[in-house]
Each structure stands twice: as C-alpha cells, then as structure tokens.
C-alpha cells in the first residue's frame, strides 16, 4: 500500500539515501545517510518506531526531507536532527562534499562546488565562458570566468577574481 511506503529501509539506510538522492551524489548521501543513522539508534534506545519518510530530495539546490507524520509536539531529537542534516547539506556540495552554495545552471539550481559545476557543464557541453553560471544573479563573489560564486583567488598573470577550477584550469 502507499501508506506503507517508506523512502528509507532502516535496515539499509544508505542505500535506499542513494535510491532518493541519485548514486553520484556522495556528498549528501554522506550527511542525510548519518542522519538517518543516528536517528535510528536513538528510537532503539528510547523503543520508539522509526519514523516513515515519504521524501527525499533536492529542490531549488536545497535539501528536503518530508516525513509522513510530522511532529506535532514542538521540535524534538528527531526533527532536530533532520533540520541539521539540511542546513549542512545546503553548505554543501551535493556530489563530493565540498564547502558551497547554491549555483544557477541555466533554468536549474544545483548545490554544487567550482570542480563538480565543471565537471556538470562539460557533461551538459556548456561552454562556462560563453554561458556562464548564475547569469541572472549580480553577486561580488562571482568567478569573472565560469560565473561562480563562492570561493575565489587571483587568476595569475591577472588582475581578476576566478573560482579554483577556473585558475587551475588556466594554469
Ligand atoms: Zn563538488
Ligand atoms: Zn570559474
């Protein structure tokens, strides 16, 4: 029945987190897998039922997890802990892990850092310096390159700011 559909097996929890998230996408398998872990271990030792979740999934470049019964008592360990597990992974790369934010490629938001928004243009073969990322976003931060925004260091040789990817690749 689809009431009884659950998004995670709690008795293999990462895997059914890479059924959801997409098996490329370690970085948030990483966090989402050790927050279904710990939550886990904390309903055995208070005997409580694990919760059921019905979603998984990124949306806008954020992480969403929907269970079927939410709390209705205030926060507690389990919502807690769901709410960290989101917050880390929107700080986080979606497929390695690394510290960034959310990215605009073209008509879709990706959380993805400089080498793995790299990596996704050249599988989509988007040339970042013609189209660059975040086009519609006016931001400080932002790789003069590839669009960027995030972390940047000089561009040797340059007076301009790139992302890490963009200098290693000029190098
Ligand atoms: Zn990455
Ligand atoms: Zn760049």
């Known amino acids: 029945m689809m009431t009884d559909h659950s998004a995670i097996d709690y008795d293999n929890i990462r895997e059914s987190v890479a059924r959801n998230l997409g098996r490329k996408n370690l970085g948030w398998i990483e966090i989402v897998t050790r927050c279904f872990e710990s939550i886990k271990e904390h309903c055995d030792q208070k005997n409580r039922e694990y919760p059921r979740v ?4 990124q949306k806008f470049g954020e992480l969403r997890i929907y269970l079927h019964e939410p709390e209705h008592d205030g926060p507690d360990y389990i919502s807690l802990h769901i ?3 989101c917050r880390e992974a929107n700080r986080s790369c979606e497929v390695c892990g690394n ?3 959310q990215q605009w490629l073209g008509a879709w938001v990706r959380n993805l850092c400089c080498f793995c928004a790299h990596s996704e243009a050249r599988r989509q073969q988007r ?5 660059p990322l975040n086009a519609n976003l006016d931001c400080s931060r932002k790789c003069t390159n590839c669009g960027y925004i995030g972390q940047l260091a000089h561009s040797p040789g340059r007076g301009d700011q790139q992302c890490v990817a963009c200098v290693i690749e000029s190098l």
Do not use: T
């Open 54 to 57: 019905f979603q998984i999934k």
């Open 83 to 85: 709410n960290e597990a």
């Open 99 to 101: 510290n960034c934010s």
């Open 127 to 131: 040339d970042l310096s013609n189209y």
